[in-house]
């Protein structure tokens, strides 16, 4: 069974600098990874995905991901924070077989401090 | 192009009363998914359909709990008799490939 861990339920950093935020999955064969934020009274939005090839994947609103096969990690990171990018972040995954659920996790809440 | 859309927004029903949510998805998308986001729970998979296929119901928590979808498009989400427990976030998604889900705005669901 697939499982996903996001150990913190806040971070705090200040604008400008840099952020991160973990995840950490299990899943039997290949992983497809996901990782989607949530504004207040919103929907979830696609951030960056990771399928095959690159480890380094890039998204929307300069976001970034890193697969990490030998720890099954996939933390998301961006160089320079932005006020506007505080929000709940999830981490998902899924397994490749065929279309199948994403299994969440438990969801990070960022705050960027002015 | 137009995105997930769901009605309705908000939806404030009685203990025991039945309720519908319908999701419409991005046209084209041949997936569709429904989830339930609350406090106690995060964010849970309900059911997903795709195309003709025999829909995946292992994730509904009751016998209450149905859905359907009419000619690969539309798609409702029925709960009867509804409980307190059932108070939720409701959250459709949809899907071309097998890769990401764009999510709709949810339905809210407030059992009384």
């Known amino acids: 069974a697939q499982s996903v861990a996001q150990p913190e339920d806040q971070v705090n950093v200040a604008e400008g600098n840099p952020l991160t935020v973990k995840c950490t999955y299990s899943v039997s064969g290949n992983p497809y990874l996901f990782w989607y934020v949530q504004y207040p009274n919103r929907g979830l939005q696609f951030l960056l995905k990771y399928i095959t090839g690159d480890n380094l994947v890039k998204g929307s609103y300069g976001f970034e991901a890193e697969f990490n096969k030998s720890q099954t990690s996939f933390h998301l990171k961006k160089p320079s924070a932005l006020v506007s990018d505080s929000a709940l972040y999830f981490c998902a995954v899924r397994d490749s077989r065929g279309f199948q659920k994403l299994v969440f996790g438990t969801g990070t809440r960022l705050l960027v401090s002015p | 192009g137009a995105g997930v859309s769901q009605s309705p927004s908000n939806k404030v029903t009685e203990k025991g009363k039945d309720v519908e949510l319908r999701c419409d998805p991005i046209?084209?998308?041949?997936?569709l998914y429904w989830y339930r986001q609350s406090l106690g729970q995060g964010l849970e998979f309900l059911i997903y359909f795709q195309g003709n296929s025999a829909p995946d119901k292992s994730g509904l928590p009751s016998d209450r709990f149905s859905a359907e979808r009419t000619g690969g498009s539309v798609s409702t989400l029925t709960i009867q008799r509804t409980q307190q427990e059932d108070s939720a976030v409701y959250l459709c998604?949809?899907?071309?490939?097998?890769?990401?889900?764009?999510f709709g705005p949810g339905t809210r669901l407030t059992v009384t």
């Open positions: 046209s084209g998308h041949t997936a």
């Open positions: 998604a949809s899907s071309l490939a097998e890769y990401e889900q764009y």
